[in-house]
């Protein structure tokens, strides 16, 4: 998942790729208390992170690379995630 975040990544196929069917692996995502829709947001801003406290990449770049639909998605889905927007975390990030 984390290796091509742009693909369209669906439950199935990680499923599939662990050698798990499509219902335990999502009994065994709620047992852990996530889901694999939240699993792969995690992932998705967690990568935005770290494009974001390097400088040269643009937003609308890293929201691309990071697999989502449009910079206002990427936006929207890290203010969420991460409590604030991507131009204030980069801000952030490079002023340590």
Same mark, same amino acid.
């Given at each position: 998942?984390?290796?091509? %975040?742009?693909?369209?990544? &669906?439950?199935?196929?990680?499923?599939?790729? *662990? =050698?798990?069917?499509? &219902?335990? %692996?999502?009994?065994? *995502?709620?047992? !852990?208390? #996530?889901?694999?829709?939240?699993l792969l947001g995690e992932v998705r801003v967690r990568r935005a992170a770290m494009y974001l406290a &390097? +400088?040269?990449? #643009? *937003?609308?770049?890293? =929201?691309?690379?990071? =697999?989502?639909?449009?910079?206002?998605?990427? #936006?929207?889905?890290?203010? @969420? /995630? !991460?409590? %604030? +927007? +991507?131009? /204030?975390? @980069?801000?952030?990030? #490079?002023?340590?």
């Amino acid at each position: 998942m984390a290796h091509d %975040l742009a693909a369209a990544h &669906r439950v199935a196929d990680a499923a599939a790729a *662990l =050698g798990l069917s499509l &219902r335990t %692996l999502q009994r065994q *995502l709620a047992a !852990a208390g #996530t889901s694999y829709r939240s699993l792969l947001g995690e992932v998705r801003v967690r990568r935005a992170a770290m494009y974001l406290a &390097r +400088p040269g990449t #643009t *937003l609308a770049e890293i =929201g691309f690379l990071c =697999g989502f639909a449009d910079q206002a998605h990427f #936006t929207r889905e890290f203010t @969420r /995630r !991460a409590g %604030l +927007p +991507p131009a /204030r975390y @980069r801000g952030a990030a #490079t002023a340590r």
